[in-house]
């Protein structure tokens, strides 16, 4: 009870810019301090937040998400990954924690394990468009034109009106025609 209190008390005093009086944060609101201070590249800050949420608020994946991101964001991937692999164990499930962690292994250039978690991610929620594009430009980026544009048409086929999609897909094309000659 006494170090719950005293992680309050530090939250309140770290979100006092963004109050007036005395802040009543929930987990939503923390999390979107959070991503707001990631964005704004504070990291530092968007950190603090995080992990001080999870002191207090437990084991909830957007705060283990967005401990792994910020720390990955500062260049510390291996604790980043770690952070992440305990969110995957926990919540096996959870899309973003399986883009989070492709992301990771994207940054570390162990290409296969990010494919898979990408996958994963898709499995759980195709509706991730951004995770769509990771996949397609891992694809791309290791010059499996074929898994890109195969990956690029399950895009499409979930959002046929994406100008982004549809031109990227144009591109796939033509640079497999050029990798024929």
């Known amino acids: 009870?006494?170090?719950?209190?005293?992680?309050?008390n530090k939250l309140k005093c770290i979100l006092s810019n963004e109050f007036t009086g005395q802040p009543d944060v929930d987990n939503e609101t923390l999390i979107e301090f959070g991503y707001d201070a990631v964005e704004q590249g504070e990291?530092?800050?968007a950190f603090q937040l995080f992990s001080i949420g999870f002191r207090i608020q437990g084991n909830d994946p957007d705060l283990l998400n967005g401990m792994g991101i910020t720390l990955c964001e500062m260049g510390k991937l291996k604790f980043s990954k770690n952070i992440l692999l305990a969110a995957e164990k926990k919540y096996p499930n959870h899309a973003i924690?399986?883009?989070n962690l492709a992301g990771v292994y994207w940054e570390e250039c162990?290409?296969?394990?990010?494919?898979?978690?990408y996958t994963r991610a898709l499995k759980c929620d195709p509706s991730l468009i951004e995770v769509h594009f990771n996949l397609i430009n891992l694809y791309y980026e290791r010059g499996d034109l074929f898994m890109a544009y195969i990956a690029c048409l399950n895009?499409?086929?979930?959002d046929p009106d994406n100008e982004q999609a549809l031109e990227l897909r144009d591109d796939i094309i033509?640079?497999?025609g050029i990798s024929l000659f």
């Open 174 to 176: 033509l640079n497999l």
């Open 43 to 45: 990291y530092r800050r």
């Open 155 to 158: 895009l499409i086929t979930i």
């Open 110 to 117: 162990d290409h296969d394990r990010a494919l898979y978690f």
């Open 1 to 8: 009870m006494k170090d719950n209190l005293y992680y309050q």
């Open 97 to 99: 924690t399986l883009a």
